[in-house]
């Protein structure tokens, strides 16, 4: 059995040999260019064409020596230190880009643009899963809250005209839908994912329902949203590559960008912070000196349930428009993944996101530019991640100790 040490060596070289033969031994012939600049930057960054083989080859060389020196660390006890990993990973992206786009041109800004725009109802969603584990009640209900902000916010916002109220009643009602969940589970004691699943159904067959009963039937009135407007942030918004990725967003990803540092702030460095991982590690503990675990564990639920419901707004009202059957497509599962994946850390399960986001978006433009590479394998790639992440293969996962596991006060 492989100790502990060798795990992160042995994936590495997995994806090493993986690398030799997509980059080298199926080489490309052509240029691979990277467009950089996009309309309004201080001043357009040139393209850049690289070849695809010289590329390939020189990309392997470098993941063997992060291979070889990270067999070294293992060989003395030592962990490979993450940069090293980000490193490797860096590289990797890169060489299979050069690979995959060979003769062709991939635009980089909008690759990164579409990557943030499908990342941002998963990060709202794995906010709303690492607060709800957090506190010790298993979040499997995310879909249902997206889909159900979702829908509110395109009845309100065509109703009334405006996006904000319609913000306002997504958060509603995402904390309306984890409220039913909270309620089961810590009052009743039901199974929580049995409940999460249960309330997923319920609130696919029931927006589905009212989609092709009533909107269909009244689009013009009640499915017929404004969206948010671009918003660019001055000076910030015309720095090359990041500004028209970062700061040219709505106001949806504006408040992602502040949901993030709030969760992680408040989780890790304030009062309310400490209650919740109290109870969500030792509901017991946490009685004791005087903490309600029931009630912190509902009224955090039901936050987020309101984070999750701010996500599907995103699709109504940042993205797509009209509301759609089913239209969250799987986002919160993928969120809960994100959650799984960055080991209940709000910054970790961001970045998680984004990979999502971007392995989703990559397929998109590979296949626009008609790239060899099968659009099936980019989609499967985060999921195998994910998997590796939660069998221990690159390193031990474990969530909070109380997650999932009811508590009844004694006093």
Same mark, same amino acid.
């Given at each position: 059995?492989l100790?502990?040490?060798?795990?992160?060596?042995?994936?590495l070289?997995?994806?090493?040999?993986?690398?030799l033969?997509?980059?080298?031994?199926?080489?490309g012939?052509?240029?691979s260019?990277?467009?950089?600049a996009s309309?309004?930057?201080?001043?357009?960054l040139?393209?850049?064409?690289?070849?695809s083989?010289?590329?390939?080859l020189?990309v =392997? *060389? #470098?993941?063997?020596?992060?291979?070889? /020196?990270a @067999?070294? &660390? %293992?060989?003395?006890?030592?962990s !490979?230190?993450?940069?090293?990993?980000?490193v490797?990973?860096?590289?990797?992206v890169f060489?299979?880009l050069?690979?995959a786009?060979?003769?062709?041109?991939?635009?980089?800004?909008g690759l990164?643009?579409g990557?943030v725009?499908?990342?941002?109802?998963?990060?709202?969603?794995?906010?709303?899963?690492?607060?709800s584990?957090?506190v010790?009640?298993i979040?499997?209900?995310?879909e249902?809250?997206l889909?159900?902000g979702?829908?509110?916010?395109? =009845? *309100? #916002?065509?109703?009334?005209?405006?996006? /904000?109220? @319609?913000l &306002? %009643?997504?958060?509603?009602?995402? !904390?309306l839908?984890?409220?039913?969940?909270?309620v089961?589970s810590?009052r009743?004691?039901?199974n929580?994912?049995?409940?999460?699943?249960?309330?997923?159904?319920?609130v696919?067959?029931?927006?589905?329902f009212?989609?092709?009963v009533?909107?269909?039937?009244?689009?013009?009135?009640?499915n017929s949203?404004?969206?948010f407007?671009?918003?660019?942030?001055?000076v910030?918004?015309q720095?090359?590559?990041?500004?028209?990725?970062?700061?040219?967003?709505?106001l949806?990803?504006y408040?992602m960008?502040?949901?993030? @540092?709030?969760?992680f702030?408040?989780l890790?460095?304030?009062?309310?912070g400490?209650?919740?991982r109290?109870?969500g590690?030792h509901p017991q503990?946490?009685?004791t000196?005087?903490?309600?675990v029931?009630?912190t564990?509902f009224?955090?639920?039901?936050?987020?349930?309101?984070?999750?419901?701010?996500?599907?707004?995103?699709?109504?009202?940042?993205s797509?428009?009209?509301?759609?059957?089913?239209?969250?497509?799987?986002a919160?599962y993928?969120?809960?993944?994100?959650?799984i994946?960055?080991?209940?850390?709000?910054?970790r399960?961001?970045?998680?996101?984004?990979?999502?986001?971007?392995?989703s978006?990559?397929?998109?433009?590979?296949?626009?530019?008609?790239?060899?590479?099968?659009?099936?394998?980019?989609?499967?790639?985060?999921?195998?991640?994910?998997?590796?992440?939660?069998a221990?293969?690159v390193?031990?996962v474990?969530?909070?100790?109380?997650?999932?596991?009811?508590?009844?006060?004694?006093?």
């Amino acid at each position: 059995m492989l100790g502990r040490s060798w795990k992160v060596p042995t994936i590495l070289g997995v994806v090493t040999l993986l690398a030799l033969v997509l980059f080298v031994v199926k080489k490309g012939s052509g240029t691979s260019t990277f467009a950089l600049a996009s309309e309004g930057d201080f001043f357009a960054l040139p393209a850049v064409g690289v070849p695809s083989f010289g590329t390939g080859l020189v990309v =392997v *060389v #470098a993941l063997a020596v992060i291979t070889a /020196y990270a @067999a070294f &660390l %293992a060989s003395q006890y030592r962990s !490979a230190p993450l940069w090293l990993l980000a490193v490797f990973a860096v590289l990797f992206v890169f060489g299979f880009l050069a690979w995959a786009a060979d003769g062709e041109t991939i635009p980089v800004p909008g690759l990164l643009i579409g990557a943030v725009a499908l990342s941002t109802p998963l990060i709202f969603g794995a906010m709303g899963g690492v607060i709800s584990e957090r506190v010790g009640v298993i979040n499997i209900a995310i879909e249902g809250q997206l889909l159900a902000g979702a829908f509110v916010s395109a =009845v *309100v #916002a065509s109703i009334t005209g405006s996006t /904000y109220v @319609a913000l &306002l %009643a997504a958060l509603i009602a995402g !904390a309306l839908t984890a409220s039913l969940l909270a309620v089961f589970s810590i009052r009743y004691f039901v199974n929580q994912v049995i409940v999460g699943v249960v309330l997923n159904v319920l609130v696919v067959g029931l927006t589905s329902f009212l989609y092709s009963v009533v909107l269909t039937k009244n689009a013009e009135t009640l499915n017929s949203p404004p969206r948010f407007a671009r918003i660019d942030i001055p000076v910030l918004s015309q720095i090359p590559i990041l500004g028209p990725v970062l700061f040219r967003q709505t106001l949806i990803v504006y408040l992602m960008y502040v949901a993030v @540092a709030l969760v992680f702030v408040g989780l890790f460095h304030t009062k309310w912070g400490l209650r919740l991982r109290a109870v969500g590690e030792h509901p017991q503990a946490a009685d004791t000196v005087g903490i309600n675990v029931a009630r912190t564990r509902f009224w955090n639920v039901c936050l987020a349930g309101a984070i999750a419901g701010l996500g599907g707004a995103y699709f109504t009202l940042g993205s797509v428009g009209a509301f759609g059957k089913e239209m969250t497509a799987g986002a919160g599962y993928i969120a809960l993944a994100a959650v799984i994946f960055g080991r209940w850390d709000p910054v970790r399960a961001t970045l998680a996101a984004l990979l999502f986001g971007f392995a989703s978006n990559l397929q998109n433009v590979l296949g626009i530019i008609g790239s060899p590479v099968p659009s099936e394998f980019m989609l499967m790639l985060p999921y195998v991640v994910t998997i590796f992440a939660v069998a221990g293969l690159v390193g031990h996962v474990r969530g909070p100790a109380a997650a999932g596991k009811p508590y009844a006060s004694r006093s």
